[in-house]
């Protein structure tokens, strides 16, 4: 059987951010999973599966590039746990009907 389980690409620097990534997946029972890329550089280097990256930002032809290497969507982070959580449970909702067969 193919394996349909999204995986998920965290862009984040802070530290702290990832732990409460990890938190609100464990909150809402995700169990997809979950790499880390602490810059855009390393996000792409992920995505493409090689050495070779070149530099990146939040200008629309970088979300484009992403975009082109299968890239779902962009999420900016809530300010808050709460909102987060809130956010998390919604994307986990949107997985599990994508996963569908």
Do not use: C
């Amino acid at each position: 059987m193919e394996d349909k389980k999204i995986h998920i690409l965290l862009v984040e620097d802070d530290e702290v951010d990832v732990m409460n990534v990890r938190r609100a997946f464990k909150k809402n029972n995700i169990v997809n999973p979950l790499y880390l890329a602490a810059n855009g550089l390393e996000a792409l280097h992920i995505l493409r599966q090689e050495s070779k990256t070149e530099p990146t930002s939040n200008e629309d032809r970088d979300k484009v590039e992403a975009y082109n290497l299968n890239v779902a969507g962009y999420i900016l982070k809530p300010v808050t746990f709460s909102n987060f959580v809130e956010v998390m449970a919604t994307l986990n909702k949107y997985w599990m009907l994508s996963e569908i067969p």
